[in-house]
């Protein structure tokens, strides 16, 4: 029997780790590290929060994420996508856990937001998956430009870029957190009463923010993003849209 542990560490700081997420990393038979071509910065994070946290010797190994294809529609390529990083996931236990055991697998943020590791640990029968929560990097937005996620009373909308990008700003909402906004979905917004607060690499040495007017904000965000990506070789960042109202 494998044990999945699936562990949300935030954005990269050790710090960031709750206690049971520490006890459960010492605790494992095995650390799975996923390795993207274009961001083996990542890989190497998650090594080191092991390496700040860990007590004693657990046999970490680095894997290949395959690659989402660009063709066909965009859920059944998601579909596709996952169901090759199940496969990755099964043949890298089997190869080092053959026996059975304790795996644990590092998730940004945490497993319940715009992730999709729980659907890919589903499509993995006979193992027992649980979940390590963590911190989310909407808390880590809104802890570094101290300001309330919601507004008075108020409702707050998530979404991401594709969507914003696809069908603009959503019906009702006076407040918006866009994730996994790979091209700044807010520049097709009309600018004038909006307001954002935008945050990269949060947590991290390099994190970068800005807020302001959208129309003063946005101009700047666009230029230091391409700048940061362009140094990097990739980009994790998300911002709060909230009408001035508000």
Request: hydrophobic fraction near 50%; charge should be negative; charged fraction near 20%.
């Amino acid at each position: 029997m494998i044990s999945l542990k699936l562990i949300g560490i935030g954005t990269g700081d050790p710090a960031h780790l709750t206690g049971e997420a520490v006890r459960v990393l010492n605790a494992a038979d095995l650390i799975l590290l996923p390795r993207k071509d274009n961001a083996a910065e990542l890989a190497d994070l998650r090594r080191r929060v092991c390496d700040a946290v860990l007590t004693r010797d657990v046999p970490m190994v680095a894997f290949d994420m395959p690659v989402r294809s660009g063709a066909g529609g965009y859920l059944q390529a998601v579909r596709d996508w996952h169901d090759a990083i199940a496969v990755a996931w099964r043949s890298t236990i089997d190869a080092h856990l053959p026996d059975g055991g304790t795996v644990a697998l590092l998730v940004w943020g945490d497993p319940s937001l715009y992730d999709s590791t729980l659907r890919i640990a589903a499509r993995l029968p006979g193992m027992d998956v649980s979940v390590v929560p963590g911190i989310t990097s909407i808390q880590l937005l809104t802890a570094a430009h101290a300001i309330p996620l919601n507004p008075l009373a108020g409702a707050v909308l998530i979404t991401t870029g594709r969507l914003l990008r696809a069908h603009g700003w959503p019906a009702g909402a006076d407040t918006i957190v866009v994730m996994l906004d790979g091209g700044c979905a807010f520049e097709m917004l009309e600018p004038g009463g909006l307001h954002i607060w935008w945050g990269a690499y949060l947590g991290m040495p390099q994190q970068a923010l800005d807020h302001g007017p959208l129309a003063e904000a946005g101009p700047r965000i666009l230029a230091t993003r391409a700048d940061l990506r362009a140094r990097h070789g990739w980009i994790m960042d998300v911002y709060l849209l909230r009408k001035d109202s508000q």
